[in-house]
């Protein structure tokens, strides 16, 4: 097989970095995009993309550690590189604050992120509802800029992108060698994945320039993030909720619920709402799958399921996505050779 | 009665605040008149990127220690209330770095999370291999100064000259604040501004030959991020020089590669009133038949911003000691606010 031909399907974070990753690790191979949705019409640009792991409760704690760091130190050389700006990626100081002390006052990822510490009594006035808290530096990957950076080194590397809905999986198998389904909640339609859920968030992207530092309640719910040219204030986790469709009272709560926070927001300017799906499963499925029908083989490797940590870990789970897709090179090859004999 | 006060920059202002909240209630025929040859946006204070840090060190000058705590403590205060934004007032996190290691400064239980860096976040800087991080406040004085204003309602005017208050006939209480008093050499300082809104963290860097302010900094505002670092010697000129831009901008793209991309939209230069140290004191004068009172507040170099609430309130007792002394007030003036 001369040049593998690989159909990547999803073009959020978790497809193009992962459809980069095979670039970088089979150069041979033949790359291309497929998805009905690119930048800025997918659910990773909606998200803030900050480098705060979600705790998967299923995938055990020293592969996630593994996935975040792989993504903190690639996302840190970009940060400290000429190309900072245009990926979109910079480094962010806050706090995360908590109402009652959590049980695990040391996250998993604490010794990853920069200058982590308990926040100092001093440091805790301004937040007279709670009682805990922790400081740290990390990064945030701002969308659409990161995805466009991620666009734009595919195209560099001969990626095709091309925008088209894939109803079944199957379908690819004439045109392709090995499908990545990095679809994200379109997995539940796509391949029946009924452990897939989504977990609805709403966000608002707010104009306050004067906020530089991130903070975010230890509940996950309430968190306000700075971005580039627009702060991102949420938010919602509403399990098994569909809507894509803003609701303003959510809209309200979620403003005096920062604002709360952080008073200065109040004078916040041109607000926009966002609705994203995040697509939630109780670990994330990094995975090959062969599907067969009538004696023909279409290897799939999965790379779906990341909730609310897609960002975080996207560069760890994208090189093991793509380690796969070169074990499934590897398996093609050695059949096709043996079907020569 | 009339009080005159020279300067309207953020010494000038916050100074008048401070006298106008402790005693128009208690004097109830108090005036004050601010006279200025530059108001905002035009004065020095317009200029400074806002960020509250002391000098390394205070050699040993504690009260302008106290005052630096007093003005933290006060702008720290306002951050709860939804004014911040209006006084353009904010927090902000950072990084001072150093070739070689140096002593902790005399500021750091008054800013918030004062630490040392991790040998990993000396990795972004390479060159240093030593340095503080901490969160403190920017208070930018292009939103700070019209809040003042506004907050009192002074009279304002013009001056030409800060010798007018001979011919003004003020009772007998001009408040001075005006760098031109000042006769030590000064320096000049120069600022790019320009758009990199990613940056959300102050770098400044130290280099313990040059002397303060004369190393690399970016400073991130809210509209746009100051580049500076260069600080000339005993140069009264405001003209900006091309050669001392290029150089303010290689240093700090060398310090921030991302800079290289950053959109270049002003330039500054002014002169920071240095100073051995502050001058905050009362001193009578006599001109002919004409006797008033002065209190100068002047010289605060490069710390205007982040001493000036503890010098006027310095400044409004020295002003509650002279009215006591002339039995304006009945009793002595409360507890300082």
Redesign the interface.
């Known amino acids: 097989m001369a040049s593998p031909k690989v159909a990547v399907v999803g073009a959020g974070v978790i497809g193009l970095s992962t459809a980069l990753c095979i670039t970088e690790t089979c150069p041979s191979c033949s790359v291309s995009v497929l998805s009905d949705q690119f930048s800025p019409n997918t659910t990773s640009d909606v998200a803030a993309g900050m480098l705060i792991p979600h705790t998967y409760p299923d995938t055990p704690i020293h592969r996630q550690k593994q996935w975040f760091k792989e993504t903190f130190t690639y996302l840190f050389a970009i ?8 990926a ?1 990626i ?5 706090w995360q604050v908590f109402k009652s002390t959590p049980k695990e006052e040391l996250p998993f990822w604490s010794d990853v992120v ?2 982590f ?1 308990a ?2 009594e ?2 805790l006035l ?1 937040f007279p509802q709670h009682r805990f808290g922790q ?1 740290f ?1 990390t990064l945030k990957c ?1 969308c659409p800029p990161y995805l466009l950076w991620l666009e734009k080194r595919l195209k560099a590397a001969g990626t095709q992108m091309y925008t088209r809905k894939v109803a079944d999986l199957w379908e690819l198998h004439s045109e392709y060698d090995i499908v990545v389904n990095c679809t994200g909640m379109g997995a539940h339609q796509l391949v029946g994945d009924k452990q897939l859920f989504p977990v609805r968030g709403q966000v608002l992207k707010v104009h306050a ?5 991130f903070i975010r309640d230890g509940d996950g719910l309430t968190y306000i993030y ?1 971005g ?2 627009r702060v991102t204030l949420g938010g919602t986790r509403e399990k098994g909720s569909w809507s894509l469709s803003p609701d303003a009272g959510t809209t309200r709560d979620i403003f005096d619920r920062c604002c709360s926070l952080e ?2 927001l ?2 916040a300017q041109d607000m926009e709402v966002k609705v994203g799906l995040r697509p939630s499963r109780q670990c994330v499925r990094v995975q090959t799958e062969v599907l067969s029908q009538g004696g023909v083989k279409l290897p799939v490797v999965h790379n779906y399921g990341h909730g609310a940590g897609g960002f975080s870990v996207h560069r760890g789970t994208a090189n093991e996505a793509a380690h796969l897709v070169g074990e499934c090179i590897s398996a093609l090859q050695g059949s096709s050779s043996r079907a020569k004999l | 009665m009339r009080v005159a006060i020279i300067g309207a920059g953020v010494i000038g202002l916050s100074s008048a605040l401070c006298v106008h909240e402790q005693f128009h209630g208690l004097v109830p025929s108090l005036e004050l008149e601010v006279y200025a040859d530059r108001f905002t946006p035009h004065t020095t204070s317009d200029g400074a990127a806002g960020l509250w840090q002391p000098y390394l060190s205070d050699h040993g000058n504690l009260q302008e220690t106290l005052w630096n705590k007093e003005t933290f403590d006060y702008l ?1 205060g306002h ?4 004014a ?3 006084m ?1 007032l ?4 950072g990084y001072n770095l150093f070739t070689e290691p140096v002593p902790d400064p005399s500021w750091k239980n008054i800013v ?2 004062f ?1 040392n ?2 040998p ?2 000396l ?2 800087f390479p060159g240093y291999s030593y340095g503080w ?1 901490n ?1 403190a406040l ?1 208070l930018e004085g292009r939103s700070y100064l019209p809040w003042l204003t506004n907050s009192i309602g002074i009279l304002e005017a013009a001056s030409e000259h800060f010798w007018l208050w001979k011919n003004l006939g003020f009772d007998f209480i001009p408040v001075i604040s005006n760098a031109e008093l000042v006769f030590c050499s000064d320096f000049l300082p120069f600022t790019s501004q320009v758009l ?6 102050f770098i400044i860097t130290h280099s313990l030959n040059s002397g303060i302010y004369n190393s690399p900094y970016v400073i ?1 505002g ?2 746009f991020t100051v580049l500076g670092g260069i600080y000339q010697h005993g140069n009264w000129s405001e003209e900006n020089s091309a050669k001392d831009h290029k150089s303010i901008w290689d240093s700090c793209c060398q310090l921030l ?2 800079l ?3 959109k270049i939209v002003g330039e500054w230069s002014g002169l920071r009133p240095a100073r051995p140290s502050v001058r905050l004191e009362r001193e009578s004068i006599r001109l002919g038949n004409l006797q008033g009172e002065v209190i100068h507040n002047y010289g605060h170099g490069g710390f205007g911003i982040t001493i000036h609430w503890g010098c006027a309130m310095a400044a409004a007792r020295l002003f509650g000691n002279i009215l006591q002394e002339k039995k304006q007030l009945a009793t002595p003036p409360g507890p300082r606010l």
């Open positions: 940060s400290n590189s000429a190309e900072a700006s245009e979109g910079h480094l962010v100081s806050g920069l200058g510490r926040m100092s001093a440091e301004k400081a530096t701002d320039p004067w906020v530089k530092q700075p580039i040219h008073p200065s109040q004078g | 720290l951050m709860h209330s939804a911040s934004k209006e353009g904010f927090l902000i996190s918030l999370g630490r860096l991790t990993k976040e990795e972004l991080f969160t920017m990199a809104p990613w940056v959300k963290h991130p809210s509209e590669p991302a290289q991309k950053a």
